[in-house]
């Protein structure tokens, strides 16, 4: 299995209180074809850790670390280098598909503008490989000419994920795409996901704070708490044997389908003097 | 679920009809009627929970404000122990509606930011007139204390609170009152998964402690499943299907209900 990205020993912190550390030495690898979620609650540094891959954090924010994608460190690249990659090698997905796209341009154009700006599209090719995208997503050709407020919330979704994939990126970053979503709209986007990172051979990072997501669509399961990695396994072993004392108290917290569970919120006794210990990373 | 449900019927609502006009065409001249609620019929029983579920759009939301009489509605009745809701005015709703409280889903946006907590939890009581200036204030705080928050708190603005914090504010707002009925409309929606678990564990304590009985507005089937004795199926203003909690997710038996139930996210690999 051929490796796409490693992020080596990643530490983020804001620039004016060096100390805080928000993102602490975090080390992962994500691998073509498969689907690595990073599962946390708010303000477990799961958003950040995907930005800084995309070298999109804010200005105010410092980031430290390497991060190799496709053998190169991306982390020294200056930004011309990097608009080569984003949105061309590494794509992305966005929680909120009407924030993310452009009301005033019809969406046939939004998808257009990454296929000429990479790929040099143009005229008919162009309009062609649109029309494809769109099909591949499940959306009418015609649609093309709407404008982002004639979609609905999934349409928007699809419309998002024709954009990402169609320079035909190696990776696919997906953070939260699914969660202002409807249930049954999840339910297809998310097939939708992973039967193209599957005929695209794409490597998928997916960020969620739901593990009945998780339980769907990953091969591996990074958990996340306070900025660090606390657990890292295959899908199997972090949702049904999870070792670190975090892992099994959120699952704990996680309503089921079938109501047998009993809920219990977490108990951070664990947490010794407010230090994260014997992280369990596989 | 609770233990001492019974039989009662304690808030019902028969065939009630709304409809919003919605501007439509090209440049919104044109209006249409979008039907929010179609013939929706419900029944509470005292002590029990009742979820209603649905996606965005079915009309839930605009269920709950009906029921506490929120929202005018076109057609139909509300009963409260025997009372037509919609009959009364003034005063008589007004003290209609100690017994009838509402949680909000955005904790961030249902608490006046000017108002300290204390007032906020205070306020129902000052304007019902129930009891004395010192016997409002130790019950706020004694309200506050059984959410889980400290009688410091009562000085604090909404702000310096974080989500779940605030949940329990808005929680002990409504409680504050002794209310019979009480509305959470997506109380747990906007929370993490550890402070989701606190809330639900808390409304399902506050429910047999008060006797209280629950409407409980909801998108999470999962956590539906937890807290709800039954259930109501709600698609585009009409109710799809409705029954006891087992039976409607052992065994649904409308189209609608099945594919929601199957698009829950988890279930095929659990």
Same mark, same amino acid.
């Given at each position: 299995?051929?490796?796409?990205?490693?992020?080596?020993?990643? #530490?983020?912190?804001?620039? %004016?209180?060096?100390?805080?550390?928000?993102?602490?030495?975090?080390?992962?690898?994500?691998?073509?074809?498969?689907?690595?979620?990073?599962?946390?609650?708010?303000?477990?540094?799961?958003?950040?850790?995907?930005?800084?891959?995309?070298?999109?954090?804010?200005?105010?924010?410092?980031?430290?670390?390497?991060?190799?994608?496709?053998?190169?460190?991306?982390?020294?690249?200056?930004?011309?280098?990097?608009?080569?990659?984003?949105?061309?090698?590494? *794509?992305?997905?966005?929680?909120?598909?009407?924030?993310?796209? %452009?009301?005033?341009?019809?969406?046939?154009?939004?998808?257009?503008?990454?296929?000429?700006?990479?790929?040099?599209?143009?005229?008919?090719?162009?309009?062609?490989?649109?029309?494809?995208?769109?099909?591949?997503?499940?959306?009418?050709?015609?649609?093309? %000419?709407?404008?982002?407020?004639?979609?609905?919330?999934?349409?928007?979704?699809?419309?998002?994920?024709?954009?990402?994939?169609?320079?035909?990126?190696?990776?696919?970053?997906?953070?939260?795409?699914?969660?202002?979503?409807?249930?049954?709209?999840?339910?297809?986007?998310?097939?939708?996901?992973?039967?193209?990172?599957?005929?695209?051979?794409?490597?998928?990072?997916?960020?969620?704070?739901?593990? @009945?997501?998780?339980?769907?669509? +990953?091969?591996?399961?990074?958990?996340?708490?306070?900025?660090?990695?606390?657990?890292?396994?295959?899908?199997?072993?972090?949702?049904?044997?999870?070792?670190?004392?975090?892992?099994?108290?959120?699952? +704990?917290?996680?309503?089921?389908?079938? *109501?047998?569970?009993?809920?219990?919120?977490?108990?951070?006794?664990?947490?010794?003097?407010?230090?994260?210990?014997?992280?369990?990373?596989? | 679920?609770?233990?001492?449900? !019974?039989? %009662?019927?304690?808030?019902?609502?028969?065939?009630?009809?709304?409809?919003?006009?919605?501007?439509?065409?090209?440049?919104?001249?044109?209006? !249409?009627?979008?039907?929010?609620?179609?013939?929706?019929?419900?029944?509470?029983?005292?002590?029990?929970?009742?979820?209603?579920? $649905?996606?965005?759009?079915? $009309?839930?939301?605009?269920?709950?404000?009906?029921?506490?009489?929120?929202?005018?509605?076109?057609?139909?009745?509300?009963?409260?122990?025997?009372?037509?809701?919609?009959? &009364?005015?003034?005063?008589?709703?007004?003290?209609?509606?100690?017994?009838?409280?509402?949680?909000?889903?955005?904790?961030? +946006?249902?608490?006046?930011?000017?108002?300290?907590?204390?007032?906020?939890?205070?306020?129902?009581?000052?304007?019902?007139?129930?009891?004395?200036?010192?016997?409002?204030?130790?019950?706020?705080?004694?309200? &506050?204390?059984?959410?889980?928050?400290?009688?410091?708190?009562?000085?604090?603005?909404?702000?310096?609170?974080? $989500?779940?914090?605030?949940?329990?504010?808005?929680? +002990?707002?409504?409680?504050?009152?002794?209310?019979?009925?009480?509305?959470?409309?997506?109380?747990?929606?906007?929370?993490?998964?550890?402070?989701?678990?606190?809330?639900?564990?808390?409304?399902?304590?506050?429910?047999?402690?008060? @006797?209280?009985?629950?409407?409980?507005? #909801?998108?999470?089937?999962?956590?539906?499943?937890?807290?709800?004795?039954?259930?109501?199926?709600?698609?585009?203003?009409?109710?799809?299907?409705? *029954?006891?909690?087992?039976?409607?997710?052992?065994?649904?038996?409308?189209?609608?209900?099945?594919?929601?139930?199957?698009?829950?996210?988890?279930?095929?690999?659990?």
């Amino acid at each position: 299995m051929s490796e796409i990205l490693k992020i080596t020993n990643l #530490s983020i912190t804001p620039k %004016n209180t060096p100390s805080r550390l928000l993102v602490n030495n975090v080390s992962l690898t994500l691998s073509a074809g498969k689907t690595t979620c990073i599962v946390g609650e708010s303000g477990s540094g799961k958003s950040l850790t995907a930005l800084s891959i995309m070298s999109l954090l804010s200005s105010q924010l410092l980031a430290s670390g390497n991060i190799v994608f496709q053998g190169q460190d991306i982390t020294k690249l200056d930004e011309k280098s990097l608009q080569s990659i984003r949105g061309a090698k590494i *794509g992305m997905i966005f929680q909120e598909p009407m924030t993310s796209l %452009n009301p005033v341009l019809t969406v046939g154009y939004q998808i257009g503008e990454s296929l000429t700006a990479h790929l040099g599209l143009k005229g008919q090719a162009l309009k062609d490989k649109i029309t494809a995208l769109l099909t591949q997503v499940g959306i009418p050709a015609e649609r093309a %000419n709407s404008y982002p407020d004639e979609l609905s919330g999934g349409q928007r979704q699809r419309v998002m994920i024709a954009m990402s994939i169609a320079c035909e990126p190696a990776l696919l970053i997906a953070d939260e795409p699914t969660t202002a979503l409807d249930v049954t709209v999840q339910a297809q986007i998310l097939q939708l996901l992973d039967a193209l990172k599957t005929r695209m051979n794409m490597a998928m990072l997916f960020i969620t704070h739901d593990f @009945g997501v998780v339980a769907d669509i +990953a091969d591996d399961v990074i958990v996340m708490f306070r900025g660090e990695i606390v657990e890292t396994g295959s899908k199997k072993d972090v949702l049904t044997k999870p070792k670190h004392p975090y892992t099994k108290a959120l699952l +704990a917290c996680v309503p089921d389908a079938e *109501g047998k569970k009993q809920l219990k919120p977490i108990d951070y006794a664990w947490l010794k003097d407010g230090l994260i210990e014997d992280k369990v990373v596989a | 679920m609770s233990q001492q449900i !019974s039989e %009662n019927i304690i808030l019902q609502a028969n065939h009630l009809v709304k409809s919003y006009s919605q501007r439509s065409g090209r440049f919104g001249f044109g209006s !249409s009627q979008v039907k929010a609620l179609d013939d929706v019929s419900i029944s509470l029983k005292a002590g029990s929970t009742l979820a209603v579920v $649905g996606e965005s759009g079915s $009309g839930k939301s605009t269920l709950a404000r009906c029921l506490l009489q929120l929202h005018p509605f076109d057609g139909g009745e509300v009963i409260f122990e025997g009372q037509d809701l919609a009959k &009364l005015q003034g005063q008589a709703l007004r003290d209609v509606r100690k017994y009838l409280q509402m949680v909000f889903q955005d904790p961030f +946006a249902s608490l006046n930011p000017r108002m300290k907590v204390g007032e906020i939890v205070g306020e129902g009581l000052l304007i019902h007139g129930m009891g004395s200036a010192t016997e409002q204030k130790q019950r706020m705080l004694q309200m &506050l204390l059984r959410v889980g928050l400290s009688a410091d708190d009562a000085l604090k603005y909404p702000h310096q609170f974080s $989500g779940g914090q605030r949940q329990r504010i808005g929680i +002990a707002r409504a409680l504050v009152l002794n209310p019979k009925v009480v509305v959470c409309d997506e109380p747990v929606s906007a929370l993490d998964v550890s402070v989701q678990a606190q809330i639900l564990l808390l409304l399902k304590e506050l429910q047999q402690e008060m @006797g209280l009985s629950y409407i409980f507005i #909801s998108h999470d089937l999962r956590v539906v499943r937890h807290v709800a004795d039954e259930i109501v199926v709600m698609h585009k203003g009409k109710i799809v299907e409705q *029954g006891a909690v087992e039976a409607i997710y052992n065994a649904p038996q409308q189209p609608y209900t099945q594919q929601l139930l199957s698009a829950i996210p988890g279930r095929k690999a659990a």
